[in-house]
């Protein structure tokens, strides 16, 4: 398989398909940024669709349920004005036997113009990618535990609006670092946006053991790592992917990982509390700080509509031909 770089962006470094954070610039990144930056506002107003992606099919690829993040990728194509395709795939050919690159060359028979794809396995969106026609462009929805790069810098988002800037910020990462694409994402695109630091915290069970070599600084107590944090961010608690008994039970997790606003009072007072959802309340975090005012949870659903919309907007832009179109 080839180096993400080769396949993601165009000759000239611009976004092709988007697959993951890493390797990135801080250039393309803060591009996207700004990019979903211009497109809150227009969320904001009473006509909602800008007319970007006028004439454009998107196809929801999804090979692992996900009803939020379909969700905000199909009012994100919708806003844009494309035409929107959310394909069954329980029901579709690939459950009767078809192979998934006979499904693929199908949607491109129909001149279909984007897959999103969200896959149980690591690499599946980037092997689509060096698949289809160089028109196709594929946006990587999650995979395995691999990336979810648009979740990603919808908390880059959040991070920047609601803290001015992302560099120099501590910034933690609390619970199921193992099995999460979200945390390496994050950890790829915080490093790269300049954070001063970011920890990771939790059950050395549900630590990488290659944590140090993306960057991150683990703890294993939250009273050590929540300390004088600028932002925390809470993962959901992967039930289904836990095996092996990796946690005692969820009462023992919320006791030692779940953020409590005893707990949170050890960072910074302004710090801003995040979480992907959905959330597990009682068992991540406590309703109290999950509807307190330092959370920004809701802003983070509000603001992934337009990260989406950017990323679809530049991928798009850097197809073939995709300039003239647009």
Not at 269 to 292: F, K, L, Q, T, Y
């Amino acid at each position: 398989m080839s180096h993400p770089s080769q396949v993601q962006l165009t000759a000239d470094g611009r976004l092709k398909h988007f697959l993951t954070t890493e390797d990135l610039s801080r250039e393309l990144l803060t591009e996207i940024l700004d990019t979903a930056d211009s497109f809150i506002s227009t969320q904001e107003r009473s006509v909602k669709k800008v007319p970007l992606l006028r004439g454009k099919t998107v196809v929801n690829l999804f090979f692992e349920n996900s009803t939020r993040t379909r969700s905000t990728f199909e009012l994100a194509a919708k806003r844009l004005s494309a035409d929107i395709l959310n394909l069954d795939i329980a029901r579709s050919a690939t459950s009767k036997g078809e192979t998934l690159m006979d499904t693929l060359w199908n949607l491109e028979a129909m001149y279909s113009d984007m897959f999103v794809v969200r896959h149980a396995d690591s690499g599946a969106a980037h092997f689509i990618a060096e698949q289809v026609t160089p028109n196709v462009a594929i946006i990587n929805a999650g995979d395995g535990r691999h990336a979810h790069p648009t979740q990603a810098m919808l908390d880059m988002l959040t991070i920047r609006r609601h803290k001015q800037q992302i560099e120099g910020q501590i910034v933690a990462i609390v619970g199921d670092i193992l099995h999460s694409r979200v945390a390496r994402s994050q950890i790829h695109a915080l490093k790269t946006l300049g954070a001063a630091e970011v920890r990771v915290i939790g059950p050395a069970t549900l630590l990488p053991r290659d944590i140090d070599s993306l960057g991150a600084k683990a703890f294993y107590r939250m009273e050590d790592g929540l300390k004088d944090c600028d932002v925390v961010i809470m993962l959901r608690l992967q039930k289904e992917r836990m095996q092996n008994a990796l946690l005692p039970s969820e009462s023992e997790f919320f006791k030692l990982y779940g953020l409590t606003e005893q707990k949170l009072a050890l960072a910074k007072p302004d710090a801003i509390v995040m979480h992907p959802g959905p959330i597990n309340r009682g068992v991540e975090i406590e309703s109290a700080v999950a509807d307190g005012s330092q959370s920004v949870i809701l802003n983070q659903v509000s603001y992934g509509i337009a990260v989406r919309m950017a990323v679809m907007a530049m991928a798009m832009s850097g197809q073939q031909g995709g300039e003239d179109n647009l």
